[in-house]
Nanobody, 123 residues
Framework: QVQLVESGGGLVQTGGSLRLSCAAS????????MAWFRQAPGKEREFVAV????????YYADSVKGRFTISGDNAKNTVYLQMNSLKPEDSAVYYC????????????????WGQGTQVTVSS
């Protein structure tokens, strides 16, 4: 069974940066996608960014485009999310997710999930 473990969350001031990591174990991903989602209290889980292993294509939510960068390290089965110019509205629990097949930007499309890591941006 695939397991995903996020790390790197924490408390940061507005305008600061954080780098999240998601390490996968139990399976080698030769195709498919790994993505980041986030969920704030009382709100629905929303798509943040995704990377395709087969095409290397990346896609971002409009709200984070230009500020966040997703990348992957195939040898380590790890995906990263570099977050710059953080805003209070970025505060949420960030979840790593993985799937086989085509890239998707919806929560329901992913069958592997991490436990989440808290990101809090102070104003």
């Amino acid at each position: 069974q695939v397991q995903l473990v996020e790390s790197g969350g924490g408390l940061v001031q507005t305008g600061g940066s954080l780098r999240l990591s998601c390490a996968a174990s139990g399976r080698t991903f030769s195709s498919g996608a790994m993505a980041w989602f986030r969920q704030a209290p009382g709100k629905e889980r929303e798509f943040v960014a995704v990377i395709s292993w087969s095409s290397s294509a990346t896609y971002y939510a409009d709200s984070v485009k230009g500020r966040f960068t997703i990348s992957g390290d195939n040898a380590k089965n790890t995906v990263y999310l570099q977050m710059n110019s953080l805003k209070p509205e970025d505060s949420a629990v960030y979840y790593c997710a993985a799937k086989t097949g085509l890239v998707r930007q919806t929560t329901a499309a992913y069958n592997y999930w991490g436990q989440g890591t808290q990101v809090t941006v102070s104003s």
